[in-house]
């Protein structure tokens, strides 16, 4: 970076002042610095020569931190106008000079400038050509272009491209003071536009996750509350007492198998965890009763996804779970109950849950019969794929391992679960078994 005496800075800015002679009337290449004795009268030499020497012994070298003042680059490729805005600005800026576009793109990629004044005819890139090379390095770099061709067509390029003033020689000292003011009250306020935004974001990722974490808290309340609900549900029917849970877990992986989204896998989770709750409305001489069931029982037992259906009614965060509360006893041929829906009629979530519903059943023992091996579960879901069961979810099912539902079955035969074991139960088959991300 350039300095200069101070006293040589002071006397010629007396000089500026004294003389009047603050436009430049003739090419700069052709100004001087004055002095003492030739351009002036003897007596007011010695009158700025005194005062030169009085600001060199009293005034500070430094009047402002240069840290603190804005970083401005002349690009210039005559000295002597780089020289004079140097001269001129450097009091209030930290001024650095690069006599070419190319030497002007290398400091910038070193040193971040708030500001810069360039020539736009310059040898080699011009100053036009440099103003995008100047947005991707320092997209905050405030340009002021300076032309000697005095052409609205090359002002309004240099606009275009992205400068934000322009000034034509000769030009006026205090134009282009007031200029470069202006380009650093506009740099100013883009920095501190920067700085709300980057603030703004950092207040919305904060509330974002205190939002995230209520609505977690709120997931895992509702899912306590709904685990004691069933609990409570499969007292009055010991024969599928931890069904719910076993199928909950067989339902996710599967689901995950099959390609479900994280909302529909949330659906399918609640709605295998409550797919009997419409039991709530069966008597309890149907529902346990020992022996067959007539056909007049039958009816009324099979009312019970209705039921289900209606017990969730109006409640938004279980209208994905709701679907398969009313359609898990549908068949894929349209032959199921209650409302007879076939093939993609039925929710794709009460789909996968009818496969591992059967499995379940298939492998679990019922007081009619001994639970059934693996082997025998496959049988007879692919004996039933295309008729009960949509025939892409029983592929599903083959393409899991079978030690994954064996390791599934064997945990949910361990104990029962308590309220916190229930809650990160879709992380557990996602995490635990191998099985694909969707």
């Not at 920067?194 to 996750?209: F, G, I, K, M, S």
């Not at 529909?264 to 989770?269: G, H, Q, S, T, V």
């Amino acid at each position: 970076m350039r300095r200069k005496n101070p006293a040589l800075r002071a006397a010629k800015s007396v000089w500026l002042a004294g003389s009047h002679c603050c436009t430049i009337l003739r090419p700069v290449s052709d100004w001087r610095p004055f002095v003492f004795g030739r351009a002036f009268p003897r007596q007011l030499s010695r009158c700025l020569a005194s005062v030169c020497f009085t600001l060199a012994v009293l005034v500070p070298i430094d009047c402002m931190s240069e840290q603190n003042k804005p970083c401005l680059l002349i690009v210039d490729d005559e000295a002597p106008v780089r020289g004079v805005l140097h001269d001129l600005l450097c009091d209030t800026y930290q001024c650095a000079e690069a006599s070419s576009a190319e030497e002007a793109l290398a400091l910038l990629r070193d040193t971040p400038y708030d500001l810069v004044i360039s020539d736009i005819t310059m040898a080699g890139m011009s100053g036009l050509e440099m103003v995008p090379h100047i947005k991707d390095i320092s997209p905050n770099t405030v340009i002021v272009m300076i032309s000697g061709m005095q052409t609205i067509e090359s002002a309004i390029n240099a606009l275009r491209l992205g400068a934000f003033d322009y000034l034509m020689k000769p030009f006026d000292l205090r134009q282009v003071e007031a200029a470069i003011e202006r380009a650093h009250e506009h740099h100013e306020l883009i920095v501190a536009k920067q700085l709300y935004e980057n603030h703004l974001e950092e207040l919305v990722d904060q509330r974002t996750a205190e939002l995230d974490d209520a609505l977690a808290s709120l997931e895992n309340a509702y899912r306590s509350t709904l685990q004691a609900l069933t609990a409570a549900l499969e007292t009055r029917d010991a024969e599928t007492h931890g069904h719910s849970e076993r199928v909950v877990t067989f339902s996710l992986r599967l689901g995950r198998e099959y390609g479900l989204k994280a909302a529909e896998l949330k659906a399918l989770e609640f709605g295998s965890l409550l797919h009997d709750i419409g039991k709530i409305g069966v008597p309890d001489a149907i529902l346990r009763k020992p022996a067959k069931l007539t056909d007049e029982e039958w009816v009324r037992m099979r009312e019970h996804p209705l039921h289900g259906q209606q017990i969730l009614r109006g409640i938004k965060f279980l209208e994905g779970p709701a679907r398969v509360v009313a359609q898990h006893h549908e068949k894929w041929d349209g032959s199921g109950y209650p409302l007879g829906l076939k093939a993609e009629e039925i929710d794709i979530c009460a789909r996968i849950f009818a496969v591992a519903d059967a499995f379940d059943a298939i492998t679990s023992d019922r007081v009619y019969r001994q639970a059934q091996s693996y082997e025998a579960a496959t049988r007879e879901l692919d004996e039933w794929a295309g008729r009960q069961f949509d025939s892409k979810v029983v592929e599903a099912f083959h393409r899991v391992p079978q030690e994954d539902w064996e390791e599934l079955r064997r945990r949910s035969l361990l104990r029962e679960r308590s309220a916190s074991d229930w809650q990160p139960i879709g992380i557990n088959v996602e995490s635990q078994l191998n099985a694909p991300a969707s």
